[in-house]
């Protein structure tokens, strides 16, 4: 895997997969775009007091840092469910400047890291982590979840993660009420969600994206 560390304008780190060429972050700030996208948007509309989260796409593992800082202060229950293919080494993770630019202690960050793939680790009182080394083009999802995060590449650069049939796997592993969060905004994607069966919202987005997509199973 071919990868560059990149800074983007809020001063938090991304990286860059120089094989397909596309980002893992925005430009405009990794930090700011993860906390407007599935924090504010996505984990805050659940109001049940135990959570159970699935994303698509690991990757730096922002999200899921961002998800534990919140329920941790929150004191909600949240279990967190994350799948990629293609797990960041120890080189690499240890790079990223997210507690530095949090003002937070790097260890919370190193225990996502470093915690064992494919089991339920608990690393706080509220937050339980399960990684998963896998394909999502292939997965049967057996569990049930309130909210996913949907952070693949994009659409244009990675068009087999969003296809019709994907988006009917997560339909399915969504609770009623449940929430689909994601960057993306195309037109295409929308009719595909909507064809699902989801209905789907287009709300603002963060700095640099006009909108982004939400969809839900009510
Ligand atoms: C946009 S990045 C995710 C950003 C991430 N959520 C974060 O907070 O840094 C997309 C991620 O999807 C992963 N990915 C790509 N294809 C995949 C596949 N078929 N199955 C599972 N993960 C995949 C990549 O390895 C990459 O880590």
């Not at 202690?105 to 494919?118: A, P, Y």
């Not at 339920?120 to 999802?141: H, P």
């Not at 309130?146 to 659409?155: E, K, N, T, V």
């Amino acid at each position: 895997m071919k990868l560059e560390l990149v800074k983007t304008i809020d001063g938090s780190n991304s990286l860059k997969n120089l094989i397909i060429n596309d980002s893992y972050h925005s430009k405009y700030g990794a930090i700011n775009e993860s906390k407007h996208i599935f924090i504010n948007n996505g984990l805050k509309r659940i109001s049940k007091k135990k959570i159970r989260v699935l994303e698509i796409g690991f990757g730096t593992g922002l999200n899921a840092l961002l998800t534990q800082l919140y329920c941790d202060k929150k004191e909600k229950k949240i279990t967190y469910h994350t799948i990629d293919n293609l797990p960041l080494i120890e080189e690499i993770y240890s790079s990223l400047n997210y507690c530095d630019q949090l003002k937070i202690d790097k260890n919370i960050f190193l225990k996502i890291h470093s915690s064992l793939w494919e089991n339920e680790i608990e690393l706080s009182n509220f937050f339980v982590l399960k990684k998963m080394n896998c394909d999502f083009t292939k997965i049967l999802f057996n569990e049930k979840y309130d909210l996913i995060y949907f952070d693949a590449f994009s659409p244009s650069k990675q068009p087999e993660m969003w296809t019709l049939n994907n988006f009917k796997k997560l339909y399915e592993c969504l609770n009623i009420n449940g929430v689909l969060i994601t960057y993306s905004s195309k037109g295409d994607v929308k009719r595909t969600m909507k064809e699902v069966g989801f209905n789907v919202y287009s709300i603002e987005g963060p700095t640099g994206k006009r909108e982004i997509t939400l969809a839900s199973k009510d």
